[in-house]
């Protein structure tokens, strides 16, 4: 997935990664901090880190949404997926949308937290 996002980076296409960023983040998020790390300098990607709870997982692809549920006492790679599409009239794209947005607003450019979690 790393050598897509880069790719997609370097031509031009916005790759915009928000991620928890406070000092309680928990293996998964260590992982997804030490592993989106070198995204950094990749044409037009930027990563952002949030100091609030993050409760979800969202990769957004135009009008398609993978959203990945956490659940209590399930590691995220064994979570359940929503995988949703833009429709006319429907809402829940729009609100997992606009809570990525609302996150992405909230958050921080990736700063010394990032270095030193990757380091």
Same mark, same amino acid.
């Given at each position: 997935?790393?050598?897509? *996002?880069?790719? !997609?980076? &370097?031509?031009?296409?916005? @790759?915009?990664?928000?991620?928890? #960023?406070?000092?309680?983040?928990? $293996?998964?998020?260590?992982?997804?901090?030490?592993?989106?790390?070198?995204?950094?300098?990749?044409?037009?990607?930027?990563?952002?880190?949030?100091?609030?709870?993050?409760?979800? *997982?969202?990769? !957004?692809? &135009?009008?398609?949404?993978? @959203?990945?549920?956490?659940?209590? #006492?399930?590691?995220?790679?064994? $979570?359940?997926?929503?995988?949703?599409?833009?429709?006319?009239?429907?809402?829940?794209?729009?609100?997992?949308?606009?809570?990525?947005?609302?996150?992405?607003?909230?958050?921080?450019?990736?700063?010394?937290?990032?270095?030193?979690?990757?380091?």
């Amino acid at each position: 997935m790393f050598s897509v *996002l880069t790719e !997609r980076a &370097d031509a031009g296409i916005e @790759v915009r990664i928000c991620l928890g #960023g406070s000092d309680s983040i928990d $293996a998964d998020e260590r992982s997804a901090l030490v592993g989106y790390a070198p995204l950094r300098g990749y044409g037009e990607a930027s990563i952002r880190l949030h100091r609030g709870a993050l409760y979800n *997982l969202i990769y !957004r692809s &135009d009008d398609q949404l993978f @959203v990945v549920q956490r659940a209590y #006492g399930v590691g995220i790679a064994a $979570a359940p997926v929503l995988h949703l599409e833009r429709t006319d009239g429907g809402d829940m794209f729009a609100t997992y949308a606009e809570s990525f947005e609302r996150a992405w607003a909230e958050a921080e450019p990736e700063g010394p937290e990032l270095i030193r979690v990757s380091e």
